[in-house]
T-cell receptor, first 116, second 118 residues
Framework: DTAVSQTPKYLVTQMGNDKSIKCEQN?????MYWYKQDSKKFLKIMFS???????INETVPNRFSPKSPDKAHLNLHINSLELGDSAVYFC???????????????FGAGSRLTVL | AQKVTQAQTEISVVEKEDVTLDCVYE???????LFWYKQPPSGELVFLIR??????QNEISGRYSWNFQKSTSSFNFTITASQVVDSAVYFC???????????????FGRGTSLIVHP
């Protein structure tokens, strides 16, 4: 059983389209994340979400929106896709520790988005 | 603000060589956590180690060892007798204790690509 699963693994689409990437974790973790990895392998946090709050990286365009129907799911919806959105998107989850900060992330396998 | 610097973009070694991956961090918190993750060619990121700021003991796990030095704000990773299967991108990461107002969300360095040749 995959701990953090993302679908689809590959996504090729045209500029201007709207797409979603789904993420599910079966670890019972409290917090889920979306990271973007660019072509140079740089991992950048986009969102973090638990049942208390959504933390948004201010540099993320508002075309990107996280949607969490429940604690085990954090989907990423992208409107009006642009060429620069091409990247690998990683979902992750972690169990919260008192005081925060010690969270070990369990990552999904990544979703490679290509915008043509 | 927290920052992680991995100055080595790519390292190439021959099998059985020892190799050290550098990680330098910046934080204003006294309580923080350091991590190393491995991303093999398959693409999935795998957790290797976590260290808290109060524990400066070096750690060894098989051929892997980590040297945490607060005096130089470094958390370096050494692979002894490298193997081809060690070829991957290695990421150092830092998070701060939320309770102290820091960002508990891990910030990653840019990664070091390690290539081990047979």
């Amino acid at each position: 059983d995959t701990a953090v699963s993302q679908t689809p693994k590959y996504l090729v689409t045209q500029m201007g389209n709207d797409k979603s990437i789904k993420c599910e974790q079966n670890l019972g973790h409290d917090t889920m994340y979306w990271y973007k990895q660019d072509s140079k392998k740089f991992l950048k946090i986009m969102f973090s979400y638990n049942n208390k709050e959504l933390i948004i990286n201010e540099t993320v365009p508002n075309r990107f929106s996280p949607k969490s129907p429940d604690k085990a799911h954090l989907n990423l919806h992208i409107n009006s896709l642009e060429l620069g959105d091409s990247a690998v998107y990683f979902c992750a989850s972690s169990q919260d520790f008192p005081g925060g900060g010690a969270n070990v992330l369990t990552f999904g396998a990544g979703s490679r988005l290509t915008v043509l | 603000a927290q920052k992680v610097t991995q100055a080595q973009t790519e390292i190439s070694v021959v099998e059985k060589e020892d190799v050290t991956l550098d990680c330098v961090y910046e934080t204003r918190d006294t309580t923080y956590y350091l991590f190393w993750y491995k991303q093999p060619p398959s693409g999935e990121l795998v957790f290797l180690i976590r260290r808290n700021s109060f524990d400066e003991q070096n750690e060894i796990s098989g051929r892997y060892s980590w040297n945490f030095q607060k005096s130089t704000s470094s958390f370096n990773f050494t692979i002894t007798a490298s193997q081809v299967v060690d070829s991957a991108v290695y990421f150092c990461a830092l998070s701060e204790a939320e309770a102290s107002g820091g960002s508990y969300i891990p910030t990653f360095g840019r990664g070091t690509s390690l290539i081990v040749h047979p």
